[in-house]
């Protein structure tokens, strides 16, 4: 009985620590002195779509041309979206199960993609705060999106 308790906590922890938040990043300093922010046209930025996330490679990037590579690693289609917003990326004004594009500043988007399909798209980011999101009906308002900075 103790063992199993045990396992369902493991299990349990196990399960929470993959799921992992939508809550912002911010550029860190390493302890060899450099920094987690992806310089301007220094290689793509990742970006993989799934149920209901995206993963990013890099939280932040510096201001310029930032490319993204998308893949969709789900089971059903997705899109990237790119918006400069001051909002938390979990308070973007939403209509009718999506975000509501005319109220925020669109800087880049891709089209939908199938599963196992990825593209790329490049934005001129200038510096402030972006949200990445995909804007297929209920998958914002179901947590897929991520908060990337350009310091």
Not at 29 to 43: E, I, K, L, Q, Y
Not at 133 to 150: D, T
Request: aromatic share 6%.
């Amino acid at each position: 009985m103790r063992t199993a308790g045990i396992v369902a906590i493991v299990v349990l922890s196990a399960f929470l620590v993959a799921c992992g938040t939508n809550a912002p990043t911010v550029p860190v300093a390493t302890p060899n002195g450099t920094s987690n922010v992806a310089p301007a046209g220094a290689g793509p930025v990742g970006a993989s779509l799934k149920e209901w996330t995206i993963g990013l490679t890099a939280p932040s990037a510096k201001a310029g041309s930032v490319q993204f590579s998308v893949r969709n690693e789900g089971t059903v289609p997705h899109d990237l979206v790119i918006v400069k917003t001051d909002l938390p990326a979990n308070r973007l004004p939403t209509a009718g199960g999506k975000v509501d594009e005319s109220q925020v500043t669109v800087v880049g988007r891709t089209g939908q993609l199938t599963p196992g399909e990825g593209t790329s798209v490049s934005a001129d980011l200038a510096a402030g705060a972006y949200v990445l999101f995909c804007s297929v009906i209920g998958h914002y308002n179901s947590g897929q999106y991520a908060a990337f900075a350009v310091p």
